[in-house]
Every structure is written in C-alpha cells, then in structure tokens.
C-alpha cells in the first residue's frame, strides 16, 4: 500500500510569511507524528496527533507553530511569520494508533526561509 | 535526560568489513529502541527494532545488541555493503509516542 506523503517536497518563502505543510498518513494508521530535521542533525519531536486530538505539544519551538488534523487522516503543520532558523526538513510519520512504536516517515518538506 | 548520545559521527568502512554504531541513554523508562537508516533526500526508514527484555536480536545483517545495566545499545552491520552507505540514527522511546532521536552517524562503505 501508499506511504506516507508529504506535500510540498521543496518550500521556499520569504522571511515573515506564513507556511502550510500536508501530512497524509499510511490508511489506516490513527496516530502521526510531526518532526523536524535541522541540517546534519537529528530528528527533533513536534508534536502528535491520536485521532484528531494532540496529547503531546511539547515540541512545538513557538506559538507561530501549529497543528491540526482532520477526519482522522490529514495533518496540516502551520508556521506563522517564518524566520530563518524555520529553514529545516520537516518530517511526518504515521502509526497504526499512539502506543504501536513503530513509526513509519514520509519524505520531509524542506523548507527554506530567505 | 531525554538525550540519546550517538557515536561516531561518521565512519568509514571497506566492503565486507563490520560497522558499529553506539547509542547511550540516561533516561530508564525507555522501552524501545529503533534504529533507522536514512538515504538523502529520503526520510528515516525502519531498519531494525529492541525492546529492554532481550540482549540481542538479528535480522539478516544487521543486530542490535543492548544493555541494559549499561543503558548502552549498538548497531553492527555485518558484512558491509556500499548500498548501506546511509546515515543511520539511533532513538528511544518510552511510551510508543514521540521518538528521541540520537545525532546520526553518516557511514561510508569503501568498494
């Protein structure tokens, strides 16, 4: 079956715009996971969804950073007034419900903030 | 305490040679430790899976050995390939949600 996809795969935009990343998740999976990826680190946690509900925020850097998630499928990441250090890769993952460990990623939307 | 150290940063290894990752932790209710290979411009794939209740598991060419009393786990790919070339990247997990991931290791196979 599909992947995860992610949408777009390049962003480019001017400092201070705002930015929607897509998320669509494996069928079937009920929970998604946010991460993002700085250039040459690690993976760095944003936040998740189980179901259309956010148990965990915590790794959202700012409130210019938001989440949602409708119908138990599509999450769209926002990012308000992007500054420079926004520019990173964005990464999705999908599991079959919050709990399961095994997360599967899509392939990240690299953004770049100029 | 939500760190995961990882070393090496990078590592070069001749073909059909052993590679080994390391990865530390402090935090004690970690309960599953992935391991993830990543090509560029892709994301993070699933390579190989532990949980604290076992020393070792294999999978083909790769194994993860863990210790607990050490709060240390390895990855050795056995037999390395060029196609492994890849960054690898340790996480942890305790509760099956969010992921901590270590820093990565970039692993060049030499033909």
């Known amino acids: 079956g599909a992947g995860v996809s992610q949408s777009p795969s390049n962003k480019v935009t001017e400092k201070g715009k705002d930015v929607e990343l897509r998320c669509d998740p494996i069928s079937g999976h009920t929970a998604l996971y946010w991460y993002r990826q700085r250039l040459g680190q690690g993976l760095e946690f944003l936040i998740y969804?189980?179901?259309?509900?956010?148990?965990?925020k915590s790794g959202l850097p700012s409130d210019r950073f938001s989440a949602e998630r409708t119908g138990e499928s599509v999450s769209t990441l926002t990012i308000q007034r992007t500054q420079q250090e926004d520019s990173a890769v964005y990464l999705c993952?999908?599991?079959?419900?919050?709990?399961?460990?095994?997360?599967?990623f899509g392939p990240g939307t690299r953004l770049t903030v100029t | 305490q939500q760190q995961v150290k990882q070393s090496p940063q990078s590592l070069i290894v001749q073909k059909g040679g052993i590679s080994i990752i390391n990865c530390a932790y402090e935090?004690?209710?970690?309960?599953?430790f992935p391991w993830y290979q990543q090509f560029p411009g892709k994301g993070p794939a699933l390579l190989i899976a532990?949980?604290?209740?076992?020393s070792e598991k294999k999978e083909g060419r790769f194994t993860i050995s863990f210790n607990k009393s050490a709060k240390q786990f390895s990855l050795h790919i056995m037999d390395s390939q060029p196609g492994d070339s890849a960054t690898y990247f340790c996480?942890?997990?305790?509760?099956?949600?969010?992921?901590?991931f270590g820093a990565g290791t970039i692993l060049r196979v030499k033909s």
């Open positions: 935090n004690t209710a970690f309960d599953y």
């Open positions: 996480a942890a997990s305790n509760s099956g949600n969010k992921l901590v």
């Open positions: 993952a999908s599991s079959l419900w919050a709990g399961s460990y095994e997360q599967y």
């Open positions: 969804f189980q179901g259309n509900s956010a148990p965990d």
């Open positions: 532990i949980r604290p209740d076992v």
